[in-house]
């Protein structure tokens, strides 16, 4: 299973996110509440993959994609996103993202895209 670093500003949408993915059998290596604490934890933890918010404070999750992937080019950063936020999705892809999860959360969409990710 995959060692995970979950970087999301809302406490509920990291509890749900750990409490899934560690009843599937992933480990959660640690959590990050804006991007910058991210890439930080990131380079700390080397997780085989980053769930990632888009709208936080200090540094936002597209920013923290370009330098997760500038430290490691084959990051797999996988984002998440609020409904109507395509436009940011779109350049967090560019920026070297490799998925994204939309919310509300779905447990088995999210497993899928990481069990997805992880095979890449």
Known sequence: MAKILIVDDSKTSRKFLRTMLEEAGHEIVSEAVNGLEGVEKF???????????????????????????????????????????????????????????????????ILNTISKVLEE
């Open 43 to 109: 380079k700390v933890y080397q997780p085989d993959i980053v769930t990632m918010d888009i709208t936080m404070p200090v540094m936002d999750g597209i920013d923290a994609v370009k330098e997760i992937v500038e430290i490691e080019p084959n990051a797999k950063v996988i984002m998440v996103t609020a409904a109507g936020q395509k436009t940011n999705m779109v350049e967090a892809l560019k920026r070297g993202a490799a998925d994204f999860i939309q919310k509300p959360f779905d447990s088995g969409v």
